[in-house]
């Protein structure tokens, strides 16, 4: 599986914006998709997962980011709204089998998209 991330850029607090991973290969509909994050100085951290139409998010983001897939475009999306300035990281894809925070269970990465939240 490849991934591509794009939809980064700078926005101003308490905006939106949506991005997206274009995923390769015939396998997507079964895999898990993930969305994890990095700021400057920071470990990875875990963002969203969504498996088979069920949806994991971290206590950070919940009701703020919602992630969807459409299976026919082999695209998984992270929509975020009300963005914060402590949102501002590298945002990545990631491909895996289980619907985990864990990174060790994405076996596949995206390039990363920088998401920067001005304040």
């Known amino acids: 599986v490849q991934l591509q991330a794009s939809g980064g850029g700078l926005v101003q607090a308490g905006g939106s914006q949506r991005l997206s991973c274009a995923a390769s290969?015939?396998?997507?509909?079964?895999?898990?998709m993930g969305w994890f994050r990095q700021a400057p100085g920071e470990e990875r951290e875990f963002v969203a997962a969504i498996t088979r139409g069920i949806t994991y998010y971290a206590d950070s983001v919940e009701a703020r980011f919602t992630i969807s897939r459409d299976n026919a475009k082999n695209t998984v999306y992270l929509q975020m709204n009300s963005l914060r300035p402590e949102d501002t990281a590298v945002y990545y894809c990631?491909?895996?089998?289980?619907?985990?925070?864990?990174?060790?269970?994405?076996?596949?990465w995206g390039q990363g998209t920088q998401v920067t939240v001005s304040s």
């Open positions: 990631a491909a895996g089998r289980a619907l985990s925070k864990w990174s060790n269970d994405y076996a596949y």
């Open positions: 290969g015939r396998t997507f509909s079964s895999v898990v």
